[in-house]
Structures are given as C-alpha cells and as structure tokens.
C-alpha cells in the first residue's frame, strides 16, 4: 500500500480547503468528508487493468504551526495485483494536485 508524508508551512484547514477543492477536479470521487479530523476518503473508478483504489488523506496541525499531509492509496479489493502503480500513482497525483494550488 502505497502512502507517503509531506510537510507544509501553512495553516491545516486552508490545506485541508484546498484538497475538498483539487480533488474534485480530478478523476477522484469524494466518498467520506469528516471536517472534524480533516480527513478525505476518495475513490478511483474501474479501468481496464483495476477495479479501482481508495485513497485516503489526513491533514494534521503540527505544534510549530506547520501541517502534515498523509496521503495512502489502496486498491479496492485485495486480488488486484496490477492495482500498485495506479495507487502510487494515486498519491502522487494527490500531492501534484495540491502542491499546484498552494
């Protein structure tokens, strides 16, 4: 399962803001928002080679002001073998996303 850690100099709910927003742009599906815990469950559609992945964010509040993001992705059933470049991909497209807002 694919899942990575980036850390940013600016406030957890603008960060949080800008992902409702990017990701919807995207070929992602918002399936779960809990504002409370900044926390984003996604889903990827069926293609030919996946039956598609979930991908999950967390932004989190460090004490030095700073914000954490937590970015994994898994594919939707556990027999799709070819579903682990879609989910790095996944993550890396999540962080392109916001990256290019911010």
């Known amino acids: 399962m694919p899942e990575e850690i980036r850390k940013y100099s600016m406030d957890a709910d603008i960060i949080f803001e800008k992902l ?5 742009k995207a070929r ?13 469950i996604l889903s990827t559609g069926i293609s030919l080679l996946s039956y598609g992945e979930d991908v999950e964010i967390i932004v989190s509040r460090e004490k030095d002001n700073t914000s954490k ?4 992705s898994k594919p939707k059933v556990w ?5 682990f470049p879609n989910a790095k991909r996944n993550v890396q497209r999540v962080f392109e996303l916001l990256e290019s807002e911010i």
């Open 20 to 24: 409702k927003k990017v990701v919807e």
């Open 28 to 40: 992602f599906q918002i399936d779960r928002v809990d504002e409370t815990n900044r926390r984003l």
């Open 69 to 72: 993001v937590f970015v994994s």
């Open 79 to 83: 027999f799709n073998i070819t579903a």
